[in-house]
């Protein structure tokens, strides 16, 4: 049994992190940290994890999460890059569900994070875990930068587009939509009830911090070419998903998207495309690792819309996690992570 530890276990990641891994036959949470819990059980803060984890929470210390195999970070950006020097010195892997280690440029964290990158030699060696497109590399690296929730509903979304270059590049929009969960489980006015129900706007028109991290990765898969993304996030009255929108010109008008769609993905165990016509629906992937989307060009013209659905705290966060986990210790990768969404 790998020894696993959890830092940040009384957010929502962390404990849709301790959901997913009780059930792993492979694995055992060995530590799970909070600052201002210490000393609390676990299963007194989430009832809903009674009988399953008998662990209490404790202060972050290097000694005890240097007995694990494997740590996870579900804290606030920033935080990681403090402890994961230490911890890559003591040969410990790492996933990462923050964006400390997601961009590969020091300068642009600090110019979209405000801060200075406290370990900006660590960057080169940290992966982007997104196995869809990095998995060989995964499968080697001792840390793994999870990706966010909105770059991976949007990068899997564009990627057999842009990898086949079929996509003008040039003019890629993301309109995406997002459940409250995604804002976290600290107190903030946004995600009251009466704020957040009935209600819906977009944010960070101007400049979102994900902005970045998808248009570094959309870069990667057209080889290095320089892309032009629109990127609007919307705040919408649901606790989990995200609905991605995206829209783009086919270069080539002959080319059957559906086809392609299937293909790039045939053997991807948490994609799902939709047959021809197909909408997805965030309830469907409630849950659940899945990235289930569609393809369409209305009116047989030349733009082509994708669709894509995720669970903003599984394949958006946790889920992916754990897939990335399983990839980097040679585990199946879909251990403990193929479950049918919730219905409703
Ligand atoms: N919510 C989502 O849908 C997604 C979130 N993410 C990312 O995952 C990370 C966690 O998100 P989420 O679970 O929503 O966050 P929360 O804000 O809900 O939880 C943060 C956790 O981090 C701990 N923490 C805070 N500051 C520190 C610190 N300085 N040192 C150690 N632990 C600390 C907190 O516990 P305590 O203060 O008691 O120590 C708490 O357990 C974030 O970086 C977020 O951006 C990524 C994808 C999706
Ligand atoms: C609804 C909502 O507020 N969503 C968050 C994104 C959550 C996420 O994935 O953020 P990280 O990159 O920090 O991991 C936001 O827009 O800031």
Known sequence: MYKIGLVGGTGYTGAELMRLLVNHPQVKLH????????????????P????FVDLCFT???IDTLAECDLVFFATPNGVAMKLVPELLKEGIKIVDLAADFRLHDPDVWEQWYGCAHTCPEVLQQAVYGLPEVNRELIKKAQLVANPGCYPTAV???????????LADISYLIADAKSGVSGAGRGVKVGSLLCEASENMAAYGVTGHRHLPEISQGLQQMAKGQPVGLTFVPHLTPMIRGIHATLYTRVMNKQTDLQALFEQRFADEPFVDVLPQGEHPHTRTVKGTNTCRMAVH????????????AIDNLVKGAAG???QNMNIMLGIEEAQSLLVPGLMP
């Not at 809903?48 to 009988?51: Q, T």
């Not at 990068?155 to 270059?165: H, N, S, V």
């Open 31 to 46: 530590a799970i940290t909070s600052r201002t819990e210490q000393g609390i059980a676990v299963a007194d803060m989430f």
């Open 48 to 51: 809903s994890l009674r009988g």
């Open 59 to 61: 202060n972050p210390s």
């Open 155 to 165: 990068q899997l979304g564009f990627l057999p587009l842009i990898e086949q270059g």
């Open 297 to 308: 060009r209305p009116q047989n013209g030349e733009i082509v819309v994708v669709l894509s």
């Open 320 to 322: 992916q996690a754990i």
